[in-house]
């Protein structure tokens, strides 16, 4: 067994542990990001889209990671109604995965990090109560890596973390299943707005999604949860039910994924040992969206880890600013987007195209922030049935 | 107790995974694996799966 020594071990090169690897690298921390992956970036679960916004905290992201820039959304009621959200420019991106999670991972190695890719965490060293480094595949040959602290970052299912004894398993109530096509020839109505199609014969408890990546080509997914069937199904039937949009089309990957949309941890943190990203549940849970808490969420991470390092002590306790501190910047805002989730989930056609009938656009993009829920609150009270579930809100 | 998964349907997203109570899912070289000795048929895995890959009888 061959034997290595780093300040911190990152287990996975999604964009979680890029950001933890690059923000520590750039500290002057000695950091080892292992991804057991060959191709870091693929195969994707991910939607692939992204706001403007998270630019301001990984930087210009170079035109050859983004397939598409996107000015709006069109949201499809059950009844077939729609509420458009135009920003009359450009707001967003649709990017290429398997090219973004790369120049992630290019900056964190041009920051100082070491990364390596097809090589797997085979488990968790512990010593004296304290996680004290991996063992590792690589390349068939075994690694010991003893380091001061191990992040996971690997992910919805997060073995790392259930190695290291923090209980991460997802209540299947707070997890939506996703299941995606990216597909080319689709006749879109317009291919610089993303379409979502909400309904509970359409998508139970979710929404379909077209994110457009060029002229004729889009990710057309599903997220879906406690349904009768498979996410598959429903993804399946709405295309068959859509040949205006997919009569000539063809598919060019299968994707699929389980996404965290809710149950946020109190505790992300053991002796040595720290979690972030999807494997920490930290995802907004009315989109589905993790690249963005998954950058925030690392760059917390990075500055919690190297304070803790300089401090000598990488303790449960001291780890524990890392809780403390997401909560406060990402925490509340989140749970109060659970609770939009958790209303939404029970409302029905009838409701949703109500809804659809008076709320605006800006109204929508703001109850997906966690803002202004007092205001869904009042619009649902109107409805006698509704003012229990719209008390939830307040 | 059965428990089967559909290795041509599954594409090994790791949903089922994160959502078993008894830990004995995991995605190994073979793709997915059930660890028996753990294993309940409780079926959360089953509900979770987006692909419809994975079947449970109790």
Known sequence: ?394 | MAWKVDRKKCLRCGACVSVCPKHALSLGEHGLENDRSKCISCGICKKACPAGSIEVEK
């Open chain 1, 1 to 394: 067994m061959m034997n290595e020594n780093y300040d911190v071990v990152v287990a996975g090169a999604g964009p979680g542990g890029s950001s933890v690897s690059k923000n520590l690298a750039r500290k002057g921390v000695k950091v080892l990001m292992l991804e057991k992956r060959q191709e870091i970036g693929s195969p994707k679960r991910c939607g692939e889209g992204l706001t403007f916004s998270t630019e301001k905290l990984i930087g210009k992201i170079p035109s050859r990671c983004i397939a598409q820039t996107i000015n709006g959304a069109k949201i499809y009621s059950p009844g077939g109604k729609s509420v458009m959200i135009d920003f009359g420019e450009n707001m967003g991106y649709v990017v290429e995965r398997k090219v973004f999670d790369k120049w992630l991972a290019f900056e964190a190695v041009r920051a100082g990090a070491r990364v390596r890719a097809k090589a797997e965490v085979t488990d968790v060293i512990k010593e004296d109560g304290f996680v004290k480094g991996v063992t590792a595949d690589i390349d068939r040959k075994e690694y010991r890596i003893n380091s001061k602290v191990v992040v996971a970052a690997d992910g919805v299912e997060s073995i790392v973390s259930r190695k290291a004894g923090l209980e991460t398993t997802n209540q299947l109530v707070n997890l939506d299943s996703g299941y995606q096509y990216e597909m080319a020839g689709l006749n879109m109505e317009d291919n610089h707005k993303i379409i979502l199609y909400f309904g509970t014969q359409v998508a139970p408890r979710g929404y379909v999604w077209i994110f457009p990546k060029g002229r004729d080509v889009a990710n057309v997914g599903i997220g879906t949860a406690m349904a009768d069937r498979p996410a598959k199904y429903y993804l399946d039937a709405f295309i068959e039910n859509n040949p205006k949009i997919f009569k000539k089309s063809g598919i060019i990957e299968v994707n699929a994924g389980g996404i965290p949309v809710g149950g946020f941890l109190e505790n992300m943190v053991l002796n040595g040992f720290l979690a972030v990203g999807d494997a920490a549940h930290q995802v907004n849970p009315i989109h589905g969206g993790g690249l963005k808490e998954a950058t925030i969420a690392g760059q917390i991470a990075a500055d919690v880890i190297s304070k803790c390092i300089d401090g000598n002590d990488v303790s449960q306790k001291a780890l524990s600013e890392y809780n403390k501190r997401w909560w406060q910047e990402r925490g509340k805002k989140l749970k109060n987007v659970e609770k939009l989730r958790q209303v939404t989930e029970k409302l029905s056609d009838k409701d949703l195209n109500m809804l659809a009938d008076v709320l605006k656009g800006d109204h929508l993009i703001e109850f997906s922030r966690g803002n202004k829920l007092a205001l869904l609150a009042k619009v649902l009270m109107k409805n006698p049935k509704l003012i229990l579930l719209a008390r939830h809100l307040i």
